[in-house]
């Protein structure tokens, strides 16, 4: 091929600068497993080797690969010839080592009830449900639909399909019964596992009573277990919904672990795109927890003895996935599982809860960071968080400020953070600092994780070395997609079709002078000023810069003369009044923080922003309102009163120049 033509403008600009760092200190690296560059080196010299270590290392085998990777570009096989099951690496080879007392989960409700389990009691409800999940016709290969609270019988009933080889499909407990049905009829399942309802804010939210709607229109599924967790009436369908305890009691304990193949399927999750179809992304088994179980460990430094992890994101998404269940079981770590809000019964939940079980690492999203930072200080200051010792972050780009504030508020100071990078695609974490080895900058995820290669490029697909770009990678990693289900074009088409043989992400991200990677949102949000292509990501960083800002989103509305301009959506901190001659000031700031190209030509003031369910601002709506739109779909949005509250405000705004 020859050398494409270089471009005239990068593909996206890149305004802002950041020069605080922070070397791990000393005494965490004094029992960091990781100080230096050995494993980043090891897996230079032989990526694919350096897999199968950790395959060897972290996982227990029933029968050996005799191939590490097959390559077909776009499909990759990890470990071919392997089998193994997860069920077991998770559970019974704990037991197996005298670890059955140790505690798998300290569960905690919303109420305040709680459930201390332990491997061994964890071990025998999954055996005994995967005999109930047999009994109602389950047998290897079939799809198991979960949608179920934050409790748990959620990891319990995802295990049991894991030992018998069936894989879930586990959908969310806040979707709405049209989503759940759309995911049951894409996956073709044949039992569904849901609960009466689960608790959020202190109200009992209904699951079955949206499951039923579902059911309607749901012919595949035979039967339905229900999980009793609120107490309320439901409505039970005879002859196809059954109770869980009532099934549970009659079930035999013992229950022998299915040998899977490497590659067989272990769970399709469903991800919205913006307005199509949901995609069932396929993951399969053996690089699947190789690369959880290795990220686990390495990324958070856990020691799986003495640490207390705490995942807060929900099991429904793949964060849940890799890192409440998967990764966490297979390392043998011990971790809180929390049902509801972090503001039930008070905004201090999250520290309580901190304090309590001496958490020592916690994996949140910078959505949830920059909520707390918007309700101050007090809260954390009021506990003991002394025994945090790793902070993660995931989801979306983390600003420096709410990174710092992370750093400050919740760690004491102290802490590493890890930003990490990765989607529901890539399985597990692909970008991310090692705690005691890398230097970190406030805002950037650093760099990709030994054994993954992450290049940015140019819109010709030429690699830029320093500058802004498509995040690609370029080889495969052992928990990849193996496709989306029943749709091999579509897995082409998104993922492999823009930039031969690399798989495109869909976000932005730059390379700053030291290699480090920074991530700058969608590229589909990339705004589009006078021919300058500015990211979403630095001009809300440079917005919450602002002492008065808690959070902020932006969007490029089309503009006769600029092509688009800059639409500013700001929520205030605590007390501080939106006022027009704050708005002024803010386009200021931004125009001397990243210059004047990058100023938002308009700043609407709001209380809140429309996200998904899982914390991700929904720009797409927001342009919307900015140009008059009536508004796209909404399916996906967590609160649907927010956008009209918006449009409301945006009315009021007059147009600044
Ligand atoms: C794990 C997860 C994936 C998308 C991804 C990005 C964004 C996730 C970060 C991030 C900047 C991060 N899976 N994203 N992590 N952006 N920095 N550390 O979130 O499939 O739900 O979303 O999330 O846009 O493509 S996901």
Redesign the pocket.
Known sequence: MPPPEPTASPAIEVYSLEDRRFPPPASFKADALVTGNELHEEAERDYQGFWARQAADLLTWRSEWHTICEWELPYAKWFVGGTLNAAENCLDRHLAEGRGDKIAFHWEGEPGDTRTITYAELHAEVCRFANVLKSLGVTKGDRVAIYLPMIPELPVAMLACARLGAPHSVVFGGFSSESLSDRINDADAKVLVTADGGWRRGTAVALKASADAALAATPGVEHVVVVRRTGEDVTMAEGRDQWYHDLMAEAPPDCPAEAMDAEDLLYLLY?SGTTAKPKG?MHTTGGYLTQVAFTHKFVFDLHAHTDVYWCA?DIG???GH?YIVYGPLVNGATSVLYEGSPDHPGRDRWWDIVERYKVTILYT??TAIRTFMKWGTAEPAAHDLSSLRVLG??????NPEAWMWYREHIGGGQTPVV????????GA?M??PLPGATTTKPGS?TFPLPGITAEVVDETGRPVARGGGY?TLTQPWPSMLRGIYGDPQRYHDTYWSRFEGRYL???GARVDDEGYFW????VDDVMNVSGHRVST?EVESALVDHASVAESAVVGAKDDVTGQAIVAFVICKGDQEPTPELGQELRMHVGAKIGPTARPKTVIFTDDLPK?R?G?IMRRLLRDVAEGRDLGDTTTLADASVVEEIRRRAAEVPEED
Do not use: H, N
Request: glycine share 8%; no cysteine.
């Open positions: 991800t992304i994101a998404w793949v964060t890799s999203a910078p972050s995931v989801g979306e780009p983390i930003d990490t990078w990765w989607q529901t695609e890539t974490i970008i991310s995820a995040l992400a869909g976000d991530l700058l949102g969608r990501a998904t899982s991700k």
